[in-house]
């Protein structure tokens, strides 16, 4: 089973950068499509980004032109770097790992990745 567990999260100012990481266990990780999702309280997750295999990309419109996710399949780690962060982008952040073929709609939905980090929480103060 693999195992995702993420680090980076923290408080920053409005306009300021966080970078989230996420290692998922498995020597298949280069064919992992990852994503990273969010939650607020009371709201469903919500889709953020995504990378398939060959570094192909998806992002939310609320995340296009501020976060930029990447893989670096040697270390089978996923970040996510977030620029120019605001208020509303406060919520824990889960990192997520599929091992099955996914199109660009189904990597938005939650339903089609079967690992699961803890989260960690982002906060951003105005």
């Known amino acids: 089973q693999v195992q995702v567990v993420e680090s980076g999260g923290g408080s920053v100012q409005a306009g300021g950068s966080l970078r989230l990481s996420c290692t998922a266990s498995?020597?298949?990780?280069?064919?992992?499509?990852m994503a990273w999702f969010r939650q607020v309280p009371g709201k469903e997750r919500e889709f953020v980004a995504a990378?398939?295999?060959?570094?192909?990309?998806t992002y939310s419109d609320s995340a296009k032109g501020r976060f930029t996710i990447s893989r670096d399949n040697a270390r089978n780690t996923v970040n996510l770097q977030m620029n120019f962060l605001k208020p509303e982008d406060a919520a824990v952040y889960y990192c997520?790992?599929?091992?099955?073929?996914?199109?660009?709609?189904?990597?938005?939905?939650?339903?089609?990745?079967?690992?699961w980090g803890q989260g960690t929480q982002v906060t951003v103060s105005s």
């Open positions: 990378i398939r295999p060959g570094s192909g990309t």
């Open positions: 997520a790992a599929s091992q099955n073929a996914l199109t660009s709609v189904q990597q938005t939905s939650d339903r089609n990745f079967q690992a």
């Open positions: 498995g020597r298949l990780f280069p064919t992992y499509i």
